[in-house]
C-alpha cells in the first residue's frame, strides 16, 4: 500500500506541473497561431524532442515491447523502418514544409497549406483532407486513451473505464488551456523523460539476472528464434512481403498532421540539422531499448503474460524492479508518452474542425477568439469519441496506431512530398492522390489482402493518382507555381 501511495503522490505531482503549464500557457495564446504553431518560435531541442514524443506516444513503452515480447527480433523490421522513415522525414520535408507554409499565406494546418499551394477556390482541398485527418486522429487518439486505462488499471487495480477516463481528462485539460505552445513544452519534457525511462528498465533488468552475457543465454535457452530476425515466433521464416509490411511503417512519416505540424513551428530552417541530429539519437536508442524490454521480460518475469496484457510489460517491470518514488517516476513518463501525443492529435483534429470547417464553410469572417474557442469545444468533442472507440480494454494498442498511421500516411505523405517537389503537380493530381489514399487504408483493412500491410499499397496508389491526374490535367497555371518557385529560390 505504501508502494502504491508514493507512486500515486509521484503521479499527482507530474500531472499538476503539466496543468501548471497548459495553465501558463493559457494567458500567452491571444490568436490562433500562438495556438496550432506557437507564432513559429520553437527552437531546435523543442522542436526535435517534441516531434519524437509526440510520434512514440505509448506505443514505444508498450506496443513495441509487446510484440518483441513474443516475437524477439523478428519485431525490429518495424524500429528500421521509422527509423529510417524518422530520418527522411527529416532531412527531404522538414527545412521544404518550414519554408512553403510561411510562404503561402502563413499556412497554420496541412488543409490550409494545400489550399493555399493550390491556390484553391472550390474549399475541397481543406474540406476533404480534413475529413480523412478527423476519421484517424479519432481511431489514433483512441489508441492513447487506451494506453492511459492500462496503465492505470496495471498500476493500481483501477475500473479499466475510470482509468480511462482520469488519464484522457488530464490531457484533454492541458490541451484545452494551453494549445500549441503548452503541448510542445510539455513534451520537450515528456521526450526526456521517455528517453531515460526506456533505457533505465531494460539495462536493470539485465543487471537484476546477472548481466548481458547471462541475459542473452537465457532469452536463447527461452526461445532461439528472438535472436534470429528472419524467425517468426512459430519458428518459420518470414517473407518478402511480411518484411515490405512491417518497414512499410517508415513511409508513413511523410503524412503524419501532428509530427508535420513542428516542422512548420520550427524558428529557423538553419536550427533544422541541429534538430535532426537530436531526434536520430533519441529514435535509435530509444526503439533499441525498446526492443530489449520486450525480449528481456520474456525471461524476467516469472508468469507469462498473455494476449493484450503483453503490451504492459514494461508497466509491470517497472513496478517489480523499482522502489516507489523511482518507479512512480518511470510510470509517469509511460504517461508522458500517451499525453504527448494524445494532445498533439487532439490539437491538430480540432485545428481541422475550427480552420477547415467553421472558418471555411460557416463562419469566414470569424475573429481569432472565436476560431480559438471553436478549437476548445472541438477538442472536448473529438476526446469524447476518441474515448467511445477506446472503451474496448482488449484493443491492442499497436493495431489501433498502425490503422490510423497507415490511413494517413497513405491520404498525406504522397500529397506533401508531390507537393514540395514536383512542379507539375496540380490541385486535382493532389486531391485524387488524397481520396485514394485513405479510401485503400480503408478498404484494404477490411480484407487484408495478401497480408500486406495497408499502407503500402495506399502509399503507390496515391503516389499515382497525383501523377496521372496532374499528367492528364492542363499544365497549371503561373500563379499555381509561385509558391514552389518562390520556396525554391529560399535558403532550405
Excluded at 516531434?51 to 523490421?77: H, K, R
Excluded at 513542428?262 to 541541429?274: C, E, G, L, N, V
Excluded at 541530429?277 to 507469462?304: H, K
Amino acid at each position: 500500500m505504501t508502494h502504491d501511495i508514493a507512486i500515486i503522490i509521484t503521479f499527482a505531482v507530474y500531472m499538476l506541473i503539466m496543468m501548471s503549464i497548459g495553465i501558463y500557457y493559457y494567458r500567452r495564446t491571444r490568436n490562433m497561431s500562438d495556438y496550432f504553431l506557437g507564432n513559429r518560435k520553437l527552437g531546435a531541442w523543442v522542436t526535435s524532442l517534441s516531434a519524437e514524443a509526440s510520434d512514440m506516444s505509448g506505443w514505444m513503452l508498450m506496443g513495441v515491447p509487446g510484440f518483441a515480447y513474443v516475437a524477439g527480433l523478428n519485431a525490429g523490421w518495424i524500429t528500421l523502418g521509422i527509423a529510417l522513415g524518422t530520418w527522411a522525414n527529416w532531412h527531404f520535408v522538414a527545412a521544404r514544409l518550414r519554408v512553403y507554409t510561411e510562404l503561402a499565406h502563413n499556412s497554420l494546418t496541412l488543409p490550409d497549406f494545400l489550399e493555399n499551394r493550390f491556390e484553391d477556390k472550390s474549399r475541397l482541398l481543406r474540406v476533404v483532407p480534413a475529413i480523412f485527418i478527423l476519421i484517424f486522429f479519432i481511431i489514433y487518439t483512441a489508441s492513447g486513451f487506451v494506453s492511459g486505462g492500462r496503465l492505470f488499471e496495471t498500476i493500481f487495480g483501477l475500473d479499466y473505464t475510470y482509468a480511462l477516463l482520469l488519464s484522457a481528462g488530464a490531457v484533454v485539460f492541458y490541451t484545452l488551456t494551453g494549445g500549441f505552445l503548452a503541448v510542445s513544452r510539455t513534451d520537450f519534457i515528456q521526450g526526456v523523460m521517455m528517453f531515460f525511462a526506456i533505457l533505465i528498465v531494460p539495462l536493470a533488468a539485465m543487471f537484476m539476472l546477472g548481466g548481458p552475457l547471462v541475459t542473452a543465454e537465457a532469452i536463447e535457452a527461452y526461445n532461439a528464434s528472438f535472436f534470429q530476425p528472419f524467425a517468426k515466433p512459430d519458428g518459420t521464416t518470414i517473407t518478402l512481403l511480411e518484411i515490405i509490411s512491417l518497414m512499410g511503417w517508415g513511409i508513413g512519416y511523410f503524412g503524419q498532421p501532428h509530427i508535420l505540424v513542428r516542422f512548420m513551428a520550427i524558428k529557423h530552417t538553419s536550427d533544422i540539422p541541429q534538430a535532426t541530429r537530436i531526434a536520430m539519437v533519441w529514435v535509435v536508442l530509444s526503439l533499441t531499448a525498446a526492443l530489449a524490454v520486450g525480449m528481456v521480460g520474456a525471461v524476467f518475469l516469472a508468469e507469462p503474460l498473455t494476449e493484450a496484457n503483453r503490451e504492459t510489460v514494461f508497466l509491470v517491470m517497472t513496478n517489480m524492479m523499482f522502489p516507489s518514488v523511482l518507479a512512480g517516476l518511470i510510470l509517469a513518463a509511460v504517461l508522458a508518452a500517451i499525453m504527448s501525443t494524445a494532445s498533439s492529435q487532439l490539437l491538430v483534429a480540432a485545428s481541422a474542425v475550427s480552420q477547415d470547417f467553421y472558418r471555411s464553410l460557416i463562419h469566414s469572417k470569424a475573429r481569432q477568439g472565436e476560431l480559438i474557442w471553436v478549437s476548445r469545444i472541438s477538442v472536448l468533442v473529438i476526446a469524447a469519441l476518441a474515448i467511445a472507440f477506446a472503451m474496448n480494454p482488449n484493443s491492442f494498442i499497436l493495431d489501433m496506431v498502425s490503422y490510423a498511421w497507415a490511413g494517413f500516411g497513405a491520404a498525406f505523405g504522397p500529397a506533401v512530398l508531390m507537393s514540395l517537389f514536383w512542379r507539375r503537380t496540380t490541385r486535382n493530381g493532389v486531391l485524387a492522390g488524397i481520396v485514394v489514399g485513405g479510401l485503400t487504408v480503408l478498404i484494404w483493412k477490411q480484407f487484408a489482402w495478401l497480408g500486406l500491410y495497408e499502407i503500402v499499397p495506399g502509399f503507390i496508389f496515391s503516389l499515382l493518382a497525383i501523377w496521372l491526374v496532374s499528367l492528364l490535367d492542363r499544365q497549371p497555371p503561373e500563379q499555381i507555381t509561385r509558391v514552389f518557385d518562390a520556396a525554391g529560390q529560399s535558403k532550405i
